[in-house]
């Protein structure tokens, strides 16, 4: 799905996504994430392969995603927007995505990881089927 201008806007924001990914009995795991754009899919990056949000992707891709946005849209809400999507786990990049995204949140001067070397990681890559919320993207 091709998102719209205003979603991708607030995707690309330094507001931190929630993550929901399902656990193997079914139950939701939660957790905050940076994200942004590559081309139409969300992506995020991990440092740490062994994390349960990308253990529980591989086994299943299902995921969804909420942002909060700034503004208040009518009749008095504040914007957010949830994405529901699948993801796909791709070795290594995820250094220089989160180098990327921390210009984003934390600054134009930082450097992070704050490491020298870091692991490969696992970039998340999140194919959107579906958006739904309150804002411009859902007018």
């Not at 990914?21 to 995020?44: H, K, R, Y």
Request: proline share 9%.
């Amino acid at each position: 799905m091709e998102l719209p201008e205003s979603a991708r806007e607030l995707i690309e924001s330094a507001s931190l996504a929630h993550l929901v990914t399902l656990n193997a009995d079914g139950s939701p795991q939660v957790t905050c994430v940076w994200v942004g754009m590559d081309d139409e899919e969300i992506v995020s990056g991990h440092l740490r392969v062994d994390q349960r949000k990308l253990r529980n992707v591989a086994r299943d891709p299902r995921v969804a995603l909420s942002i909060e946005g700034t503004e208040i849209q009518p009749p008095g809400l504040k914007q957010y927007l949830v994405v529901h999507g699948r993801g796909r786990l791709v070795s290594g990049g995820a250094p220089e995505l989160l180098q990327r995204l921390a210009h984003v949140y934390l600054g134009p001067d930082v450097r992070f990881p704050p490491m020298d070397d870091p692991p490969p990681g696992t970039v998340l890559r999140i194919a959107v089927d579906r958006i739904v919320g309150v804002g411009p993207w859902a007018q």
